[in-house]
Nanobody, 115 residues
Framework: QVQLVESGGGLVQPGGSLRLSCTTS????????MSWYRQAPGMERELVAA????????NYADSVKGRFTISRDNAKNTVYLQMSSLKPEDTAIYYC????????WGQGTQVTVSS
């Protein structure tokens, strides 16, 4: 059974930091490209960051470049999103996605940036 479980979300003040984790099971994690998406209320889901299965190449949305870092630990079947200098517009539900032939999604974790 494939599972992706996000954690680490919460309420943080502007300028603060959070680290999201997505722990997976049920598939060969190292063979999958991993990514983080987010969806704010009334908005479409958007790609935030991605990391390849081989080489660990990364890609970021322009809105988060220089502030967010995606990484993966294949030994722990986990992908991370380190978020710094958070802004109110980063408020959203954050989802992780595993992609090879098929896509698997987690259930999401809420991130709220507010003073």
């Amino acid at each position: 059974q494939v599972q992706l479980v996000e954690s680490g979300g919460g309420l943080v003040q502007p300028g603060g930091s959070l680290r999201l984790s997505c722990t997976t099971s049920g598939f060969t994690f190292s063979n999958y490209a991993m990514s983080w998406y987010r969806q704010a209320p009334g908005m479409e889901r958007e790609l935030v960051a991605a990391i390849t299965s081989v080489g660990g190449y990364t890609n970021y949305a322009d809105s988060v470049k220089g502030r967010f870092t995606i990484s993966r630990d294949n030994a722990k079947n986990t992908v991370y999103l380190q978020m710094s200098s958070l802004k109110p517009e980063d408020t959203a539900i954050y989802y992780c996605k595993a992609m090879r032939v098929y896509a698997y999604w987690g259930q999401g974790t809420q991130v709220t940036v507010s003073s």
